[in-house]
């Protein structure tokens, strides 16, 4: 799987949009983006992935730049509760590929 | 609820116990994981078993077993464990195979203390 990387630590204003880059360079042309994000001490919770296309769902947006080599995962109106270490994950959706974290970013939203 | 149920939440043994953490998944997939995290590092994966068999064992010590006796339950069995084996152990679920809906949920995890 290719490798990820994505600044240590961001803040963000409570209300304001939050955009966490990530880059993946070698990223191949089977390979998703996945978002995943760790509120402390809990289990890293799904937020969204996508291919080429930018996606929505209601956590997040996501958005790939054509070459694909890199993304940003945009909360519109971040609140405090969305303080937590967000990780990019590329993936391909074949059998047996696996899901591998690294460090993340971790995004502290201010009052 | 994410549909990955892990118990206990919360375990203390001594480095002579025995245990075992147990996973179970409510959303038909067919590929469970077993990840580790260590105070302040990234998620560390252990197993992988996609149809009940195992396919990756990242160069866990044997005092780890997994045993994954349906696409549903997923065990991580511990015995004499240093106490650097203390952690947050995670197990996972997802639905192997091509198409869209191919992301992992998670559990709320074990926390485990060897003393």
């Known amino acids: 799987d290719a490798k990820t990387t994505q600044p240590t630590s961001m803040d963000c204003a409570e209300g304001r949009a939050a955009n966490l880059p990530c880059n993946h360079s070698t990223i191949s042309g089977n390979e998703y983006v996945y978002w995943y994000r760790q509120i402390h001490s809990q289990g890293p919770q799904y937020i969204i992935h996508?291919?080429?296309n930018n996606e929505t769902n209601e956590m997040a947006s996501l958005i790939i730049t054509e070459d694909r080599k890199s993304s940003t995962l945009i909360l519109p109106h971040a609140t405090l509760r969305d303080t937590a270490v967000y990780y990019c994950?590329?993936?391909?959706?074949?059998?047996?590929?696996?899901?591998?974290f690294g460090p993340g970013t971790r995004l502290s939203v201010l009052p | 609820e994410t549909g990955v149920t892990q118990t206990p939440r919360h375990l203390v043994m001594g480095m002579t116990n025995k245990k075992s953490l147990k996973c179970e998944q409510h959303?038909?997939?067919?590929?469970m994981y077993w990840y580790k995290q260590s105070a302040k590092k990234p998620l560390e994966l252990m197993f992988v078993?996609?149809?009940?068999?195992?396919?990756e064992n990242n160069s866990v010590p044997s005092r780890f077993s997994p045993e994954c006796p349906n696409s549903s339950h997923l065990f991580l069995h511990l015995h004499t464990l240093q106490p650097e084996d203390s952690a947050l152990y995670l197990c996972?679920?997802?639905?192997?195979?091509?198409?869209?809906?191919?992301?992992?949920?998670f559990g709320q995890g074990t926390r485990l203390t060897v003393v």
């Open positions: 994950i590329v993936r391909r959706d074949n059998y047996g590929q696996n899901f591998v």
């Open positions: 959303l038909g997939h067919n590929a």
């Open positions: 996508g291919l080429k």
């Open positions: 078993y996609n149809f009940k068999e195992q396919t």
């Open positions: 996972a679920s997802s639905q192997d195979g091509r198409g869209k809906d191919t992301e992992a949920f």
